[in-house]
């Protein structure tokens, strides 16, 4: 079987799972993310491990899930601290040689995709269950046509690397090309999915701008991990796709700028859900 077919028979039952989870939301979303979560951790600990920054065993998974739960936990600050002053005296006591290094990638772990992932889930949990459902689909849909537009745009017309020392295969062609599939995205949310949600194409289109520059540095970072890791996939969990991270490092931070700019335009009166 060839990768492609791979790819496309993973890819279409895993688009309407995840579409029929987002409409649904509330737990069965936030269940399903926080799962993605966790996976994603997984792997960043075992690519940070491989290249030469060990992780903690445990206190990744629980400084995650401590951020996706932080809006509907009890004394969620108060529980923080608790796990912070916790995993600092673990670490403080330490007698391995790579204390001071466990200690910052810990933390990376910990924080990185779960940040992302809590993002996404506040932006489905804006407004109605439709507006939730419209913002949640059209962040998701620029991911995806960033990407594929920018692979398409740096095949055909790349010539000026973009990051060589991180991704050879990258071109400033390709970044760009992304902005165009970030539009892409968002029409075909606004015009496939037929809801009302005061909030026009017209005043979306910054978030071309967001998800499409962010996005891709959510790529980079990752390449850049793996790397310095040695490794070419973060996991072979899903097939032809590679791992988790893989899928989603770029919506681990194109996730939160989205979110940024629609509190935002929130805060300014400019659109009410």
């Excluded at 409409?23 to 269940?31: A, E």
């Excluded at 445990?58 to 932080?70: K, V």
């Excluded at 071309?208 to 891709?216: N, S």
Aim: net charge neutral; charged share 15%; with cysteine.
């Amino acid at each position: 079987m060839s990768e492609l077919l791979k790819r496309i028979l993973f890819a279409v039952p895993a688009a309407i799972l995840f579409i029929y989870l987002t409409w649904l939301g509330g737990w069965y979303f936030k269940g399903f993310i926080i799962l993605i979560g966790f996976f994603i951790q997984q792997e960043m600990m075992r690519l940070l491990a491989g290249s030469g920054n060990p992780t903690d065993q445990y206190f990744p998974y629980t400084i995650g899930l401590w951020i996706m739960l932080f809006p509907v936990i009890p004394y969620a600050f108060e529980i923080g601290v608790m796990i912070l002053l916790l995993f600092v005296a673990i670490q403080t006591f330490s007698t391995t040689d790579d204390g001071i290094t466990r200690l910052t990638s810990t933390f990376f772990a910990g924080i990185y995709a779960p940040v992302g992932l809590l993002s996404l889930m506040l932006i489905r949990d804006m407004g109605t269950n439709e507006a939730g459902f419209l913002l949640t689909i059209a962040t998701v849909l620029m991911v995806w046509g960033n990407d594929v537009f920018a692979y398409f745009g740096g095949k055909n017309f790349g010539k000026h690397k973009l990051a060589p020392a991180i991704s050879p295969n990258k071109t400033w062609e390709g970044f760009f090309s992304g902005y165009v599939g970030c539009f892409a995205g968002l029409w075909i949310a606004f015009f496939a999915v037929p809801f009302e949600t005061g909030l026009t194409l017209a005043l979306a289109l910054p978030l071309i701008i967001f998800v499409g520059t962010f996005g891709p540095i959510g790529d980079l970072i990752e390449s850049k991990i793996k790397r310095k890791a040695g490794a070419k996939d973060s996991s072979d969990l899903l097939p032809g796709h590679g791992g988790f991270f893989d899928r989603f490092d770029a919506l681990l931070l194109a996730a939160p700028a989205a979110y940024i700019y629609i509190r935002l335009i929130q805060e300014l009166d400019y659109v009410t859900f």
